[in-house]
């Protein structure tokens, strides 16, 4: 009688495990028609869309998916490997009938935290002619809503050297996710090289005065009009205080927009990226402005990647039209623009024109560049310059060698750090 007992048991474990078995080869006859991920205020088909919010590596992956049949332990990897790459609490799928027989669609949900925390540097860069700039912030994150301080010390962007402090709020999350707002803080205090105080006292009417700080607010409201295109517009309330004394202060208060495009195509070994930007600033006497001028920027950057290589390709073309402060002006000769060339060579008050093209080579870390670009103001001669350079490159990490190209003695400049 025992043994009976034993043999009914066993019977049953196996019918049991049978069943269980049973209900999962079911799921796997089906045919995966589509993979949709969504997160808050974003969702993705990736049959037809790409998006920016997933890794290219984990996209294709997430796409092979289409048209095999269900494997429900790929799935549950996947599911893992979302939410290590967006880092939050869960990631939760589920099936749904598809619109064709014995087909199902497979959706993940992207559950974020609602509390995060984050620190980064923006620039971290050692310049052999400017010195060491860093720029970085520590904030937080509370359902949507973003709050950050910064620190920087710069020498790099503009045409003195400039440290302080800045503070953002910011939520992109309004209304179902198109619209977003920001507010922007500054305030920090100027050094200036000597060429260019030389330069002011000889033409102390093409711009401001050497000021010894400078604040700036600017409320900003942030359009997603489509996928690929967002619109901001705002203002900027910019206090300088001046070194003269029979000037202590002025204003800069403009209005800004800014038009944003950004596609990218990721093919099963390729990917392609355009990114295209247009700015406007317009200070006013209407706005209780000391300067009265408009400045306009036009940006375009292309890459294409396949394998261990890329090649990139960024301009940009800009002019300002009436007085600007130094700080509104245009550089090259830094970390970004004509490297290899000296910003206060080319022009120590920056200009109020400008046209720059840099193109990039990369085979994984290995990098070469050639950059070109001419800076003046108006009624002078654009005097081209051009540079080449080689180095390393990986993620956010660059070190390299720029040379400016140009008779006579060629001193190059060398530059490490990070920059995102």
Not at 4 to 32: F, I, K, P
Not at 68 to 86: C, H, I, M, Y
Not at 118 to 136: A, I, T
């Amino acid at each position: 009688m025992k043994y009976a007992w034993l043999g009914c048991l066993l019977v049953g474990g196996l019918l049991s495990a049978g069943t269980q078995d049973s209900d999962l080869n079911v799921n796997t006859r089906y045919t995966v028609e589509t993979v949709i991920v969504s997160g808050r205020n974003w969702r993705t088909d990736l049959q037809s869309e790409s998006n920016d919010h997933i890794s290219s590596s984990l996209r294709r992956d997430l796409r092979a998916l289409i048209g095999s049949k269900l494997n429900p332990s790929l799935v549950d990897n996947l599911a893992g490997r979302l939410r290590k790459e967006f880092g939050v609490r869960d990631v939760t799928h589920r099936l749904l009938r598809g619109d064709n027989p014995e087909s199902v669609r497979v959706e993940f949900q992207v559950k974020p935290s609602r509390r995060t925390l984050d620190v980064k540097m923006s620039q971290f860069l050692y310049n052999s002619q400017e010195g060491l700039s860093g720029v970085g912030e520590a904030g937080f994150t509370i359902n949507g809503n973003s709050l950050a301080f910064g620190l920087a010390s710069d020498g790099d962007l503009l045409p003195e050297r400039y440290a302080g402090i800045s503070a953002r709020y910011e939520n992109k999350a309004l209304v179902a996710g198109r619209l977003g707002v920001r507010f922007e803080f500054e305030s920090y205090h100027d050094q200036w090289n000597r060429a260019t105080l030389d330069a002011l006292a000889a033409a102390p009417a093409d711009t401001s005065g050497a000021y010894r700080s400078r604040q700036n607010f600017q409320p900003t409201a942030i359009v997603a009009v489509a996928k690929p295109l967002t619109v901001e517009v705002g203002v900027r309330f910019e206090r300088l205080e001046e070194e003269n004394p029979a000037v202590p202060t002025e204003a800069a208060n403009a209005f800004i927009t800014t038009v944003r495009y950004h596609e990218r195509l990721d093919e099963s070994d390729s990917r392609q990226e355009l990114d295209a930007s247009y700015s406007l600033r317009a200070a006013t006497r209407l706005m209780a402005s000391d300067f009265a001028y408009t400045s306009h920027l036009v940006s375009v950057r292309y890459e294409y990647a396949r394998g261990k290589q890329a090649v990139s390709d960024e301009a940009i073309g800009g002019f300002i039209e009436g007085r600007a402060p130094l700080d509104d002006r245009f550089v090259l000769g830094n970390s970004r623009w004509l490297r290899g060339w000296n910003k206060y060579e080319l022009d120590p008050l920056g200009g109020n024109r400008v046209i720059a093209n840099s193109v990039e080579y990369r085979y994984g870390m290995l990098k070469a560049f050639y950059d070109t670009g001419a800076i003046w103001d108006e009624g002078q001669a654009a005097v081209p310059r051009h540079a080449v350079g080689v180095g390393l490159r990986e993620s956010v990490f660059t070190l390299a060698v720029a040379f400016p190209l140009r008779s006579g003695h060629i001193e190059p400049i060398f530059m490490m750090g990070m920059i995102y």
